[in-house]
């Protein structure tokens, strides 16, 4: 019998490379299909056409294991453009899969579809997906929970089970029309008209009584909760009658486990929890409500689910927890101040870029204030702005498409290190600096420069905590203050020994919070308040990291099937 054909050299290789590696990791390859349509949906009373994925809301939940990877058809059977941002995944090399419209990749139209491919590479935890177009992230949006590899344990205690949590906000109504409204006006959005865990608003709403999300415990067991704050303007405080929480992991980063009664959780970051029900059985209500650190019209209710021992009798009355006040800031920075991580790998010591960046508010002078489209205060428009500058999204190309191509015109790398004109941040402002400069500008960084940010809020038109999530990395928050920060004395009281690592960060109302990270992975890469309403007046800004030495130091190319705008 004729002998086979010996492979090249190359081919050997390779075949040899992903035969070690399927023994070693045992990874596997997801294949889904997410299909974005509309579906009646009723909440609060009335249906409504409501765009979901699979025909679901929230979406379906993705689970996988460290060294997985997965390839997501995105099926676009909607009326509006879209495109599919998966939240905390590091893309490394691929910003081609991280989703944010016209920054990777120009949306997914009516009628096409798009495969993200997605390597995971050494991320475990809490992660989430969600529309990353306009405000189809109110109800386009799901969990994704990345387990460890096959024989590696938490850092904790093996809970007996997991329990999603998604955290969202409702509006009864086109939540595109409410945008849309506000974009002719120039005002602030409606504000919702309920919070929900797991797409519920429960019963403490009109006509929610009966589809009020209870999940049953046997006395004695401890579970983990993962907690996603998927709500589009509203960062929520959140507690359950008569149980402790350990907090384990924030944003797939593990934590010193510490135990509290509430938690303060943020648009865009996730939190995982222990809870054991050592409690008297009975009936326990899962909570959660606004902490609303600006002086802003916000959604004043509270979303709720039901923790129940199992063999409870349904007519036992619930007991509520103790949630704090919407304005109590020194509950919510408390919290934030107790996490700690449990690595510091990656946290750079020597800075080669110190960047200062302004974040907050601001308004555009209209030329006619009585116009309809000048009703934010005084006849003016809403805009938001980092250093001055109110982000712009281009439309004719993706920043990062245009980046690879060589297109130019369609952005700058001019974006200021520093604020343009030096102020007291959060004193009285003079008004002539409450008005931003609109434009599409980046900032560049060397592969591997080591990078720290400090992020000021102001106090134009009001402080507020912004929540700002940087797109392909993980950070270090090693500081955090009130007022403006001071180059000179805050640095030396900086923690540079177990400074919590998160994807997602609120600055401080008022104050400043300090960041750092190694510029690793190259392309082009979104930082924004995650905040929508802010994002949309142009809380925003990208870095490009160019690529370093060689193959693995460079950004893939595109994939054939990259839409175009």
């Known amino acids: 019998m004729a002998s086979l054909p010996q492979a090249p050299p190359r081919f050997l290789a390779i075949l040899t490379c992903f035969t070690l590696l399927a023994s070693f990791a045992s990874a596997e390859l997801h294949v889904r299909e997410f299909v974005i349509e509309a579906r009646p949906v009723k909440r609060l009373c009335r249906t409504h056409q409501t765009i979901t994925v699979n025909g679901q809301f929230p979406g379906p939940t993705l689970e996988v294991r460290n060294g997985d990877s997965l390839a997501i058809t995105v099926i676009n059977k909607a009326r509006y453009n879209i495109s599919i941002h998966w939240h905390g995944i590091r893309q490394l090399r691929n910003p081609w899969a991280d989703g944010p419209e016209y920054i990777t990749q120009c949306p997914i139209q009516p009628g096409q579809s798009y495969t993200y491919r997605i390597m995971i590479e050494g991320q475990e935890g809490t992660f ?74 429960g019963d403490l709403y009109r006509c929610s009584r009966q589809e009020t999300v209870r999940f049953p415990v046997f006395p004695g067991e401890t579970i983990q909760l993962r907690l996603i704050n998927a709500a589009m303007n509203q960062e929520l405080f959140f507690a359950i009658a008569n149980h402790p929480l350990t907090v ?30 050592d409690q008297r059985p009975g009936r326990y209500y899962i909570a959660a409500r606004a902490y609303n650190s600006a002086n ?3 959604d004043n209710t509270t979303t709720t689910a039901i923790l129940e021992y199992v063999n409870t009798p349904r007519r036992t009355a619930p007991t509520f927890p103790r949630l704090p006040g919407f304005n109590d800031t020194a509950t919510a920075t408390a919290f934030t101040n107790r996490l700690r991580s449990m690595r510091r790998e990656g946290l750079p010591l020597e800075i080669d870029e110190n960047l200062f960046f302004t974040v907050g508010l601001g308004l555009i002078n209209c030329t006619n204030p009585n116009s309809p489209r000048c009703q934010g205060p005084n006849g003016t428009r809403f805009a938001a702005s980092m ?49 931003p400069r609109r434009g599409t500008k980046v900032y560049k960084l060397r592969y591997k420069a080591r990078v ?7 106090s134009i038109v009001t402080p507020e905590n912004h929540p700002m999530h940087l797109h392909g990395y993980q950070f270090y928050v090693v500081g955090s203050g009130f007022g403006n920060f001071d180059p000179k004395r805050d640095p030396a009281n900086f923690n540079l020994v177990d400074p919590p690592e998160r994807n997602t960060i609120g600055t401080p109302p008022g104050g400043w919070v300090a960041i750092r990270f190694i510029a690793d992975n190259p392309g082009i890469w979104f930082m924004h308040c995650h905040i929508d309403s ?7 800004m990208a870095f490009l990291v160019k690529n370093g030495k060689g193959e693995l130091q460079t950004v893939q190319p595109p994939p054939l099937d990259l839409p175009r705008c």
């Open 128 to 201: 989430w997906w969600h529309a990353h177009s306009r405000w189809l992230r109110a109800t386009v949006y799901g969990a994704l929970i990345i387990y460890p590899r096959l024989g590696s344990p938490y850092p904790f205690p093996m809970p007996k089970r997991d329990i999603p949590i998604l955290l969202g906000e409702w509006w009864d109504r086109n939540p595109m029309d409410v945008l849309r409204l506000a974009q002719f006006t120039g005002a602030a959005p409606n504000v919702s008209d309920a919070y929900t865990i797991n797409g519920q608003p």
């Open 248 to 277: 384990v992991e924030v944003d797939s980063a593990y934590t010193k486990p510490f135990t509290t009664s509430v938690v303060m959780i943020a648009p865009g970051q996730t939190m995982n929890v222990l809870l054991t029900a």
């Open 296 to 298: 802003a019209p916000f």
């Open 387 to 435: 250093n001055n500058v109110s982000f712009v999204l281009p439309r004719r190309n993706s920043l990062m498409q245009a980046y690879y191509q060589g297109t130019p015109g369609v952005f700058t790398v001019d974006f200021p290190p520093v604020p343009p004109v030096k102020f007291d941040y959060t004193g009285n402002v003079s008004r002539g600096l409450w008005q």
């Open 452 to 458: 720290q940010i400090v992020l000021q809020d102001t």
């Open 534 to 540: 802010h994002l949309g007046w142009g809380l925003a």
